[in-house]
């Protein structure tokens, strides 16, 4: 039964796509004299796509909190490639992202569509392109969203916040508000640090296959208040740092 589902998930993702695709792609076109509006829709139709998505792929999702208004920033822990989906169903943003996801199959053509930022993280000298597109959004109107642990975890604790680009709202007096994530396994399967986690050397696609396959999941956000007022990067990092610790739980049980 598992794979049935997780083939028949694969066919509705790939059909849901598309049908976004068909009525974002002339929009665009209509829209391309109106960078505001273009903006605008990239981050609406990316939300649009991420609710549909975190339907097909049977995630129940709770909230406590209120998500910031746009323009904002906000930081949160990082387990799985589901966090960005989790966070575009509550928010719409522009999102961070290694630049490795811009590659992949089907995936990073979406990404690149819509509102995604890269950044290499194996370059420095990306990083200064990379605070203007921050900057650049967040003048738009938009939201953005980065995940300051640089890399994904198992869900067992918040690693370390790497400071740099806490620069773009230091720099120019945004706060900054947190989410942290945690995510339950459906009973009788492989706990969420297994199943929904992805992290270490697990392959994407062996991954979300077995992810496709379980019945459903649990998705919980906890939202922060914003945080403000700190002289260094380093500070700041470290206080959005503190937040995500207060709302966060393991990621280990499993529940009906």
């Known amino acids: 039964m598992k794979h049935l589902r997780a083939i028949l998930r694969f066919l509705a993702l790939a059909s849901w796509t598309l049908c976004v695709f068909l009525v974002f792609f002339p929009l665009r076109f209509i829209l391309m004299a109106w960078q505001s509006a273009v903006v605008k829709l990239k981050v609406i139709t990316f ?11 049977g995630m129940r ?3 406590e909190g209120t998500p910031p208004k746009p323009p904002f920033v906000l930081v949160s822990n990082h387990l799985s490639y589901m966090d960005i989906v989790l966070l575009a169903t509550q928010l719409g943003a522009f999102f961070v ?4 996801v811009a ?25 200064p392109r990379v605070l203007d597109l ?11 969203v980065f995940f300051p642990e640089g890399t994904s975890s198992d869900g067992s604790d918040v690693m370390h916040f790497k400071s740099s680009l806490f620069d773009v709202p230091l720099r120019l007096g945004y706060p900054v508000h947190a989410a942290a994530i945690r995510y339950e396994a459906h009973e009788g399967w492989m706990p969420a640090s297994q199943s929904i986690c992805w992290w270490g050397d ?3 696609l062996d991954h979300l296959y077995r992810l496709f ?9 906890v939202f922060g208040e914003g945080v403000t ?23 280990q049980r499993v529940r009906g």
């Open 47 to 57: 939300r649009v796509w991420a609710r549909g998505t975190a339907v097909i792929c």
């Open 61 to 63: 999702i709770t909230r």
């Open 97 to 100: 992202s290694k630049a490795e």
């Open 103 to 127: 590659h992949w199959p089907a995936i990073g053509f979406l990404a690149r569509q819509l509102s995604t930022i890269f950044v290499d993280r194996e370059d420095r000298g990306d990083l």
């Open 134 to 144: 921050i900057e650049d959004a967040l003048r738009s109107g938009a939201g953005v």
């Open 202 to 204: 697990m392959t994407f």
């Open 213 to 221: 396959g379980m019945p459903s999941f649990h998705a919980h956000v």
């Open 229 to 251: 007022h700190y002289q260094t990067r380093r500070e700041f990092a470290d206080a959005l740092h503190l937040v995500v610790k207060k709302g966060f739980a393991p990621a």
